[in-house]
Antibody, heavy 122, light 110 residues
Framework: EVQLVESGGVVVQPGGSLRLSCAASGFIFDNYIMHWVRQVPGKGLEWVSLINWDGGSTKYADSVKGRFTISRDNSKNSLYLQMHSLRTEDTALYYC???????????????WGQGTMVTVSS | QSALTQPASVSGSPGQSITISCTGT?????????ISWYQKHSGKAPKLILF???NRPSGVSNRFSGSKSGSTASLTISGLQAEDEADYYC??????????FGGGTKLTVL
């Protein structure tokens, strides 16, 4: 059974930093692109970032480029999102999601975690 | 990376069919066939219901179908059931190999 379990969400002050983690199990982790997707409560989904199977290719939404860094450790079946210079508008539920492909353009998200809540507030 | 355009809400009676549109540009929906659709019930994680325009993952009902014409993709749900009431999101890969979601559509089953 595929499982994605996010952690690391907390309340942080504007300008602060945070690292989210996603522990994956039930599939061959280094065979797939992985993503972070967020949702502001009551609003729609927003794609944040992707990383290909070996970490050699990453992409970011314009809203987080230069502030967030996605990475993965295939030996630990784990995905990460390092977040710096956090803004109030980064407040959201952050989901880890698995793609259906290994490399190339991101395609579709076939498994999702339950999310971890990040609140940026003074 | 502007969000794709979806109607805010649609509704239909049990047994009817509804269609949700997802309009983008020549740089996203019109560029790739990496168009996917997600069903999201409140408090739950999204569920993939269509990928690559019209392909259904294993276990998804054949009442869900998809199509694309130019820069507009569409999701059709036939034989509406009460359990279909949820938010629906489209997603597309872009020319720059990033991804973008639609704003979401709330489906109400009357």
């Amino acid at each position: 059974e595929v499982q994605l379990v996010e952690s690391g969400g907390v309340v942080v002050q504007p300008g602060g930093s945070l690292r989210l983690s996603c522990a994956a199990s039930g599939f061959i982790f280094d065979n797939y692109i992985m993503h972070w997707v967020r949702q502001v409560p009551g609003k729609g989904l927003e794609w944040v970032s992707l990383i290909n199977w070996d970490g050699g290719s990453t992409k970011y939404a314009d809203s987080v480029k230069g502030r967030f860094t996605i990475s993965r450790d295939n030996s630990k079946n784990s995905l990460y999102l390092q977040m710096h210079s956090l803004r109030t508008e980064d407040t959201a539920l952050y989901y880890c999601a698995k793609d259906i492909v290994k490399d190339g353009p991101g395609d579709a998200f076939d498994f999702w975690g339950q999310g971890t809540m990040v609140t940026v507030s003074s | 990376q502007s969000a794709l355009t979806q109607p805010a809400s649609v509704s239909g009676s049990p047994g009817q069919s509804i269609t949700i549109s997802c309009t983008g540009t020549s740089g996203d929906v019109g560029y790739h066939n990496y168009i996917s659709w997600y069903q999201k019930h409140s408090g739950k994680a999204p569920k993939l219901i269509l990928f690559e325009v019209s392909n259904r993952p294993s276990g998804v009902s054949n009442r869900f179908s998809g199509s694309k014409s130019g820069s507009t993709a569409s999701l059709t749900i036939s034989g509406l059931q009460a359990e279909d009431e949820a938010d629906y999101y489209c997603s597309s890969c872009t020319r720059s190999n990033t991804l973008v979601f639609g704003g979401g559509t709330k489906l109400t089953v009357l």
